[in-house]
């Protein structure tokens, strides 16, 4: 099992930045790909993006692809979520989860998730 808990969620304004951090713990050796999904009210939670926990690729939903950037810094064992030229409708509640397996973009594939964070955009 692998433990998540997203920080870095909050409010901001139409065009606005920013970094979204999940802390990852526990039996990482056995994850394939760290994802980040989003829900928002009234809304499927859908997939946003994911990078591979060995290589490192990176994949986007088109609805975010140039705007928003994943990362991983292994030394902290922590995947980022950096979110520019935000836009009202990328307001929901932000979770990072692991996968174990393809294919990413199906929250089927991912068996821990975190929390939850917040991201409000304004307009």
């Known amino acids: 099992q692998v433990q998540l808990v997203e920080s870095g969620g909050g409010l901001v304004q139409d065009g606005g930045s920013l970094r979204l951090s999940c802390a990852v713990s526990?039996?990482?050796?056995?994850?394939?790909?760290m994802g980040w999904f989003r829900q928002a009210p009234g809304r499927e939670r859908e997939f946003v993006g994911a990078i591979t926990w060995s290589i490192g690729s990176t994949y986007y939903a088109d609805s975010v692809k140039g705007r928003f950037t994943i990362s991983r810094e292994n030394a902290k064992n922590t995947v980022y979520l950096q979110m520019n030229s935000l836009k009202p409708e990328d307001t929901a509640v932000y979770y990072c989860a692991a996968a174990r397996g393809p294919p990413i973009a199906y929250s089927s594939s991912y068996s821990d998730w975190g929390q939850g964070t917040q991201v409000t955009v304004s307009s």
């Open positions: 526990g039996r990482t050796f056995s994850t394939y790909a």
